[in-house]
Structures are given as C-alpha cells and as structure tokens.
C-alpha cells in the first residue's frame, strides 16, 4: 500500500492507484476519475460526518460527483446533507431506499413500545435526503466516470451492498461493515435481526462464501484497515460466523451446503430451489435455458422481524450454482402463480440482470401493475408489469413444453395452478393452495385459506374437482415439498374442500345473510390512491345484496373536513346477490395530508352495516 499509514480522524491515504482513503466516523473512500483532462473529479463510497468535502484539495480533486453508500448507518452518511448542499448525487442501495429519502416515516411509525425487532433501523439518518439513485446490483454503472459494480452482500444489514473497482489490473472491494480484519466484524449486534434467532450471522457466511468465489485483490472495509489478503480473511470470518450460528442451534447447519447445491432434482428437467422463501421451480430446457415458477426470496436464511422494504432482500444468491451445475445458459421467463411478495419479489431482479421475461396469468397481472388498487395484504412495494399476459385455461408454449395457467382460487382468489408435462410426468403448480404440517414421513396439508386474500367459501371444492379433472402425478407447492400423487389424495382434498364449506356454513349465519367468508359487502377502489392538492379524485364503490331477496342499497360518503362530494352513489336496487359498481367522485382539500381517510356508510335494505369500508388517499 503506498501512503501515509496514519489513522488519525481526518488523515488521507492512498490505498491503491488514484483511491484514497479518509478517516471519518466510518472509512470514506475517494476513488479519482482516470483519464481526465483539466480539474479531476472523484467519486465517494460512504461519507461519514462530511469531512471528505475539507480534504478533497489533498487528493487533487476538485469535486465529488456522486457518494455511493454502502448501508444506511448513521456513521456511514450522517453528513449526506452537505453532499445535498455540494450538488453530489446520493446513490443507496435498493432494499434501504426508504431509510434514506423517507426515513422520517421510519423515525414517526416505527415500534417502540413491546418491541421485539433488534434491527438497527434507529441507527439511520435522522432527517432524509434526496436519492438521485440505487445502485444496481449484479451490474456495472459507470458513476462521474468510474465504472463500478455493485454486489448484494447482507449480513451487517438486510440491504448492504459492496462496491467493486477494476483499476490497474487488480480488483477492489468496498465492503462495508460485512467485514472488519481477517474473522472479525465490526458488529455482531448489528448482525442480529430478530428476537433469538440468526438470521444475520447466517447471512454473513453466505456472503462472504460467494466473495471468496470474486477472487479480489484487497477489500477495504468501513473500519479497520485494508485487508491485502481477501481470501484468508472471508474464509476466516465464515467460519467462525458458521460456529456461531451452529452454537444457536439443536444441529449444524451446512450453509455452505445450502449455498452450494440448492437445487433439488424432481425429475431430470424439473428442479426445486429448497434455500427460498418460498419454493421456486426451475424448468430446464434442452436450449439451455430456464424457466422459474415463483421467484421471491431467495437463498433466505429465515425471515427478518418487519415486514417493510428494508427488512426484505430480493437476490440471485442461487443463480451461480443452477449455471454452473445444471448448464443454464440464462433464466429465460418467470411465471408467478399469484401476487404474494415470497413469490415475485425477487422476479424484477431477474429481469434486469438476465433479460428474463415476466408472463402473468391475467387474473394476477392487475395486482401486480398496480398494487395500491386492491386491499390485499403480502403485496411487493412497487408495480411490476408483466411482458406477457396469459388467459387462464388456453395452453402457450415455451421452447418444448406447453403450460396450461388455470384458475385456482383458495389461498387467494387471484392465483392459478401451471399445468404442465416434463419427463414424463404431469406436473401441477399449486403455489400457496396447501400448506404441509405435521412430523417426518407423514404428510399432513392444511388449506391454507387466508380472509384478506378474498378467500370464498366454495374455493377449495373448485380447486379440488380441477385436480381430479387433469389429474396430475405430482402437485408442487410453496411452501411444502412437492408431492407425487398417492390413490386417494385427490379423493382427501376433495372431502377436505367441503368440510371447509360445512364448517364455515355451521359457524356463519348464511341460511340468513350471505356475507361470504369475508364479510365484506362493499369495497371502494383503488383502496389507497394519491392526488394533487385540491385535485378531483375518482372512485368506485363495489357493493353486494346479500339477501335473499332484492334489496335496495344506499350509500353515504363520509369525508374529512375540507373535501368535496362532487358526485355521491345513488340508491340502488339489487337482486338477490347482485353486485355493482358506482362511481364517486370528490375534490380533495388545499391541504397536504398522508392517508386521508374516505369511507362509506352503507346500508342494504335492512341491514345496516355502518361505514362499513374505507379508502386511504395521499395529498400532494
């Protein structure tokens, strides 16, 4: 290393060609722009306290362009505000954008009280700022002139990503708080992520097993000192975070095992991805390509108190093994077989590292292109359009094989089961349908029917008579291990639909009132919406006549103070379960406001259900 060996707050050292290092309440790096004429200019990983900006002359260069922060820790970018003032746009990584442009919504809806979530979100910025990006992870992007390639490396924190450097003929890395010295970290505290359990250390040796297989040169950490031997020192620390997670344990877990050889042979062209959350299915073709079914979580090592972005890490930990073992050339499509979060979330990082395309069923395509619409819970945080839409029950094709998506309501009513034959066997895939229960080698599945998800009380006596309909050899589930068909199965999920129907009518006043499983009889869409102050704001209210005879329905707007009723749903009739849609229309306040509550009072000839649903608007 050439360059001071000081260690002084505040001292610069050049710890490679043209990249310097600044001691600050964390390590800030400054990477120099090459081949400029005239002012140089540099970029930064992390920022500290800010003081970069006072030792920039030291380095020869005149600006920063851009501060590339590895996680959301205070003592990485307490300073961010004096890049915001210097013009330097804030690149963050994508699982902690909101800890960053948002994180005033962490410090005000944050748990506080009985709180059980040992994350270190506290530990972030206390006021936001402005994010020109997110670095994109698997990719090379060149920042103010300097290529860089970001890499997702959880384990410090959920959403910690390193930053990559080819200069002069060797390879650096800017890791982060993942590592401090050769085995040793900065924090094990900030490594656990919920009450007990080990999910973080976990993650740590995942990550640093797939570093060792980046074969870098040196890793600069943001403390300590640069570690000139990077193999020695990932090897160490997955190690020693290996005994750390076994020592919490009843028996061993090989996470290098796991993070080796994930992929489970059902049948010589069709695999199961057993390290994610939940199962992924990969079809293989002789093309060398692959297709997944279901792609949420991969490579998880259990799931983190939270349910915010921050706590979520979509990644491609298992990709390497699946080419490198099984020949895949890319993932060529993604078919999701509903709308949950465990299913797709990691499909929009498939296709912008693969080029996979996304084909949707068209009774979930609507969820995911716009996910404020409906009021379902497990729903991905931003829309994720679909490159395809598929009608439900029309066979396509896909390289030699030919899938059939059918509708299949239960788990939630926007879901289907894929139909397809590979080796032989007729396979179905049944997503989150049945969820298996019960002690080794003895399969005992529940119906997993969730409220929320639209559930309707019929749904699993559907289901069942379209398994008895194609009868397939092997049904593949989320969350259970895929399951070759035995006489009678179909039979027991068949008995198993009408129970549920039998129990449900027992416990429910239907002979009375046909509230469905919900109880739900009117909604108003989209359920959480954003308008510009003093905007018009269009709605529609859905409502149901549940009795058994017509009714008429009445429907009262209930605003806050300041909005306008521009044009209120007239009274109705209805048949006997009729339902229909009835616009309102308002003009929203000359104020700003976050989740303005709009509802409706309604009213079906004789029952009176009160402000019985709600919409949540955003002011602008």
Same mark, same amino acid.
């Not at 384990?155 to 390879?171: A, D, F, N």
């Not at 119906?447 to 998800?453: D, F, G, S, T, V």
């Not at 699993?460 to 309909?469: D, F, G, P, V």
């Given at each position: ?105 962490? =410090? ?46 959880? %384990? ?12 002069? %003929? ?15 970290? =900065? ?10 359990? #080990?999910? %973080? ?8 097993? $797939? ?7 040196? $890793? ?29 344990? =009843? #028996? ?17 062209? $069709? ?16 093309? %060398? ?25 979509? =990644? ?111 396979? +179905? ?49 989320? #969350? ?23 129990? #449900? ?15 739900? $009889? ?86 009176? +259900? ?11």
């Amino acid at each position: 290393m050439s360059g001071s060996s000081s260690t002084a707050s505040g001292s610069v050292e050049e710890v490679a060609r043209g990249v310097y290092l600044v001691r600050d309440t964390c390590n800030v790096y400054v990477i120099a722009a090459e081949g400029e004429f005239g002012e140089r200019t540099g970029i930064a990983i992390d920022f500290g306290s800010g003081l970069v900006l006072d030792r920039l002359a030291e380095m020869g260069i005149s600006a920063l362009t851009h501060v590339l922060m590895t996680h959301h820790h205070r003592d990485q970018g307490q300073g961010l505000p004096l890049a915001v003032e210097a013009g330097i746009d804030i690149i963050v990584p994508p699982v902690e954008i909101d800890l960053f442009r948002s994180v005033d919504e962490m =410090w005000r809806t944050r748990q506080l009280d009985n709180d059980y979530n040992l994350r270190q979100d506290r530990f972030s910025l206390l006021d936001p700022v402005p994010v020109a990006g997110t670095a994109a992870e698997y990719r090379t992007v060149e920042y103010g002139g300097v290529p860089i390639r970001a890499l997702p490396t959880p %384990g410090h924190t959920i959403g910690s990503v390193s930053y990559v450097l080819e200069r002069g %003929g060797r390879s650096l890395a800017f890791t982060g708080d993942l590592i401090y010295a050769p085995g040793k970290v =900065w924090s094990l505290a900030a490594s656990q992520w919920s009450y007990s359990h #080990h999910e %973080g250390p976990a993650m740590v040796v995942i990550t640093c097993l $797939l570093l060792l297989d980046e074969d870098f040169d040196v $890793l600069l950490p943001s403390h300590g000192r640069p570690l000139d031997d990077p193999r020695a020192a990932l090897r160490l620390l997955a190690d020693r975070m290996q005994y750390l997670v076994d020592s919490r344990r =009843w #028996h061993r877990w090989d996470l290098e095992q796991r993070l080796r050889d994930p992929f489970i042979p059902i049948t010589p062209h $069709l695999l199961f991805n057993n390290s994610a959350m939940s199962y992924s299915y990969v079809l293989l073709s002789k093309t %060398g390509e692959a297709l997944v079914i279901d792609y949420g979580y991969d490579m998880t090592t259990g799931m983190p108190t939270g349910t915010e972005r921050a706590a979520r890490r979509p =990644w491609l930990a298992s990709l390497p093994a699946l080419k490198a073992q099984y020949g895949v050339s890319r993932i060529g499509v993604a078919l999701p077989t509903h709308y949950h979060d465990d299913h797709i979330a990691g499909m929009p990082l498939l296709r912008d590292v693969e080029g996979t395309e996304i084909w949707t069923p068209e009774n979930v395509a609507p969820i995911l292109d716009d996910p404020w619409k409906y009021d379902l819970p497990c729903q991905w945080f931003e829309p994720i359009a679909s490159d395809r839409v598929l009608p439900l029950g029309v066979p396509f094709s896909w390289n030699e094989y030919t899938i059939t998506p059918h509708e299949q309501p239960g788990h939630t009513l926007f879901a289907v089961a894929y139909e397809l034959e590979v080796d032989g066997v007729r396979v +179905l895939f049944t997503g989150d349908q049945q969820e298996g229960l019960g002690v080794p080698d003895e399969r005992n599945e529940i119906l997993n029917y969730q409220y929320r998800n639209r559930f309707r009380i019929h749904d699993y006596e559907k289901s069942a008579a379209l398994y008895k309909r194609i009868a397939p050899g092997l049904l593949a589930g989320g #969350h259970w291990e895929p399951r070759f068909v035995e006489d009678g199965y179909l039979e027991y999920l068949g008995y198993a639909g009408t129970d549920l129907v039998e129990i #449900h009518e027992a416990l429910l006043p239907l002979d009375e009132l046909d509230l469905g499983a919900d109880g739900v $009889l009117a909604r108003i869409v989209p359920y959480r919406s954003a308008a510009a102050v003093g905007a018009q704001v269009d709605l529609v209210v859905t409502v149901r006549n549940p009795h058994a005879e017509p009714a008429d329905a009445v429907l009262l707007p209930v605003v806050p103070d300041g909005w306008e009723i521009v044009a209120a749903p007239e009274p109705v009739p209805l048949a006997p379960g009729e339902e229909r849609e009835l616009p309102l229309v308002l003009i929203a306040p000359d104020r700003a406001a976050k989740r303005a509550r709009v509802a409706v009072d309604v009213t079906i000839g004789s029952l009176s +259900l009160g402000q019985h649903t709600e919409a949540l608007i955003d002011i602008e």
